[in-house]
């Protein structure tokens, strides 16, 4: 089974700054790696797949990097809306696993 | 565009077995090439993957929940479902039906359903 673990758990940054989550799984996932956006009382949002591909109706802002073991969700202008909690998913196999996430706050 | 709705108890006592349905409108869960799963999620914490169908019956499931899970299909009625036995606290969880194709995210989720394990 993979495990995949999300840093920071938080991290506080300013509007209109650039925000950098990192995500790494304990074992390749090819580019087989999702991001999804939450906010309270909602259903996870997909916002990136095959790692780097920004889903329907996703801002250019979010972009997405990296393959293997080794991912980055990058946020370049930070908005009002954008804060919440990120989870990262690898759907390279069965079972599939989720990251613990990472808090996107407003500093 | 798909859409997918839980059902079922938002209270089950410890020890019997949690049951939700997922109700699939906007396209047929027998002609789509997709998988339809169930997600969970503990308060404050992220979420985890329980298990996974494909329209022939095919499962897929989470090994650590894997000896009190069945996920099953019901063709005639568009509707996938969860059974959950010998539950306990730490089963308290909104539970997510998504569906996904082969090789790809969780592209459609419902909007959860607060399960709470409780006497």
């Known amino acids: 089974e993979v495990v995949m673990t999300q840093s920071p758990a938080t991290l506080s940054v300013s509007p209109g700054e650039r925000a950098t989550l990192s995500c790494r799984a304990s074992q390749t996932v090819r580019s087989n790696l999702a991001w999804y956006q939450q906010k309270p009382g909602q259903a996870p949002r997909l916002l990136m797949f095959g790692a780097s591909t920004r889903a329907t109706g996703i801002p250019a802002r979010f972009s997405g990097s990296g393959s293997g073991t080794e991912f980055t969700l990058t946020v370049s202008s930070l908005q009002s809306e954008d804060f919440a909690v990120y989870y990262c998913?690898?759907?390279?196999?069965?079972?599939?696993?989720f990251g613990q996430g990472t808090k996107l706050e407003i500093k | 565009q798909l859409q997918l709705q839980e059902s079922g108890p938002g209270l089950v006592r410890p020890s019997e077995t949690l049951s939700l349905t997922c109700t699939v409108s906007g396209g047929s869960i027998s002609s789509s090439s997709y998988y339809w799963g169930w997600i969970r999620q503990p308060p404050g914490e992220g979420p985890e993957w329980i298990g996974s169908i494909y329209y022939t019956g095919t499962t897929y499931y989470n090994p650590s929940l894997k000896s009190r899970v069945t996920v099953s299909v019901d063709t005639s009625n568009n509707q996938f479902s969860l059974k959950l036995t010998s539950v306990t606290a730490a089963d308290t969880a909104v539970y997510y039906c998504a569906c996904q194709k082969g090789s790809s995210p969780l592209d459609y989720w419902g909007q959860g359903t607060l399960v709470t394990v409780s006497s």
């Open positions: 998913q690898e759907y390279n196999d069965w079972p599939q696993a």
